[in-house]
């Protein structure tokens, strides 16, 4: 059975750690004196004091956490963090509902991207600023930056990496020790940063502008500080930015960190999922092009090339950034985009979705059944990387695949229940679970989710959180088996 008292004590450690975090937005609001300077202090002390009593009434705790309480914390985590994370959203913002604050948080949390808020030209800097930092926290993982920190404090960190880290293969070790790979990991993501904030000013953004949109780049958030997203810049530079920076976004960072520690790029050729990651996405960066060519929707190829090399980068690694109303394209186009969010980035990546590597491994099991069904004696296994999987890998990613469906299904027969039309509501539980932001219809990339229902928008808010766990990791915690001994 779990140990609660001792998960609890971690838990505390962790929100007293974002508590930390409101500093930052309230620094700049008290500089720049505009009106949110107070919802960040009052958050953050709110904050600060549930941390510290939290940790008061079970410090005594100091137990190793196992495998079963890492699950216990992850699901804490991302399900109670957001609540404190919508405080100076709540108090900015008299009029705004609980359900609004909190789907805002979580959207930012786990990197989906999807709105509530209009009128994000007028905000207080420091407002998007909080929203930006949530993606940017969210894409590495606050259980990632926990390992880092908190074995400073005597707590352990491999079940909370083993809980919270994306893929179906958990166990590949970087360096020995979990807070030394977290730390790695870290470093990989501050220096992207720095490199993309840079990359921003370059191509002509404001230094405002550029920390904001670094932040939602890297952790392929999609928030942006313009109601009109990347529209607003106009601008062919800043959108090959952030095509550079959203395609490294969605790789492995372990495989960044690889490469950057053997001084090579070989690393990257070395990956299939990086290979077919690129491969498919730039494919249908063509395709798409070409098919808006063809069809009228621009009259020169460099412009359909232009539009489609963003937005469908975009959409295909989950950020949930837009330079134009690709709803308005040929349907065919943003239905494509949306399939592509479901799997294209790269387990390990900031992206949402069932994962490449998924993607991959049922593909090669299928082309098995295929071989042996034409061959019953045939003996052949999984193989990725020329290394033969376990078949209790391909099972896991069979049955992750099933769930994922169903999943889906179930939350749009819901959304369809609740009087939403089928595109609407088949494409905000997509751009929901696979943690992207836009989708089609009344939440498509010139709107936001403000027009759903409260009951859709907690529909969009559970599945937002699942698809950021990957499923499981809520599954569990919610078994009867998970709390007996």
Known sequence: MSNPLAVLRVFALVLLVFALTMLAPAAVALVQNDSAAGAFQRGCLATLAAAL?????????TEELRIRDGFLLVSLVWVVVPAFAAL???????????TDAYFEAVSGLTTTGATVIEGLDTLPYSINLWRALL???????????????????????????????????????????????????????????????????WAGMGWGDAVIHMFTTLGLGGFSSHDASYAYFNSPRIEFVAIVFMTLAGMNFATHFMALRQRSPACYWADPEIRWYVGVMYASVLGIAVFLWLDGTYAEFGTALRFAAFNVISIATTTGFASTDYAQWPFFAP??????????????????????????????????????????????????????????????????????????????????????DIVSGFSAVVASFNNTGPGLGQVGPATTYKSLGDFQTWVCTVAMLFGRLEVFTLLVVLTPAFWRR
């Not at 009593?53 to 705790?61: A, I, V």
């Not at 404090?153 to 020790?177: D, M, N, W, Y």
């Not at 399939?339 to 991959?360: D, E, H, N, P, Q």
């Open 88 to 98: 100076p959203l709540l108090i900015h913002f008299p009029a705004m509902s609980f």
């Open 53 to 61: 009593l939290l940790w008061g009434l079970t410090r005594r705790h």
């Open 135 to 201: 993606v940017f926290l969210g894409g590495m993982g606050l259980i990632v930056l926990a390992v880092a920190i908190l074995p400073l404090l005597g707590v352990g960190g491999r079940q909370l990496f083993s809980a919270e880290s994306p893929g179906p293969i958990k166990e590949t070790k970087l360096t020995p020790r979990m807070a030394q790979t977290a730390k790695g990991l870290w470093l990989v993501y501050l220096g992207l940063a720095l490199a993309c904030t840079l990359g921003y000013v």
């Open 335 to 420: 239905l494509w985009m949306l399939f592509l969010c479901s799997f294209v980035t790269c387990a390990g990546s900031t992206g949402g979705g069932m994962k490449m590597m998924r993607a991959i491994i049922v593909y090669r099991e299928v082309m098995r059944q295929v071989v042996q069904t034409v061959h019953p004696n045939a003996v052949r296994t999984v193989k990725l990387a020329d290394a033969p999987l376990p078949n209790k890998i391909v099972f896991a990613v069979l049955a992750f695949g099933f769930i994922y469906m169903a999943i889906i299904v179930s939350l749009t027969l819901l959304m369809a229940f609740s009087g939403l």
